[in-house]
């Protein structure tokens, strides 16, 4: 498969090939809008909503969510240091940030973009898996974020592609959740 930037995910279809997960899932969930609820919204403004969380989420989450991950927990673990805690302090309060603006807006919704299942809670539950147990705390401090976290993780789909993804560990990557705390506190 091609990617000009080397990474993954690519989807290949014949000769159709789509690189970038948000353009991936935003292809699927348009493809299949009719099998099911739709997770692009009905209305137009539910659809603004959608795609409004969808870009916060790619720029006022998602490098918080996971530089911490990538940049210190599996550097520290590779190169068998300890682990820099005030390197990824300001990402984390950044992604505190984002998590307070969005127990805010669940205060008054089921999910973020309204009260449907939309691409928005797609997109971030999974990076959440990481804060989850990195910085519990992130999540566990807000009720209602703590609440939507819960009821997207226990998801028939969601826990489908957690056991899909088993032998990758997911979401830890090459360790297991107990590792991935004993980074904390070693």
Known sequence: MWQPFHQVPVFESGDYRLYESRAI???????YKDAGPSILGSTLEEKALVNQWVDTEAHQFNDFAFAPWS???????????????????????????????????LSKTKYLAGNFFSLADLNI???????????PELIN???????????????????KMLEADKGWRFPYGPFTNEEAQKLRTS
Do not use: C, H
């Not at 899932?25 to 493809?31: D, H, I, S």
């Not at 068998?80 to 998590?99: C, I, N, T």
């Open 71 to 105: 940049m210190e927990y599996l550097m520290s673990w590779r190169l068998k240091r300890p682990l820099d805690e005030a390197l990824v302090a300001p990402l984390y309060e950044k992604l505190g940030y984002f998590l307070d603006v969005a127990e805010k807006q």
């Open 25 to 31: 899932v935003r292809y699927f969930a348009e493809k």
């Open 125 to 135: 539950a999974p990076s959440l898996l990481r804060v989850s147990v990195l910085q």
């Open 141 to 159: 401090d807000r009720k209602n974020v703590r609440a939507w976290f819960e009821s997207i993780t226990s998801r028939p789909a969601f826990k």
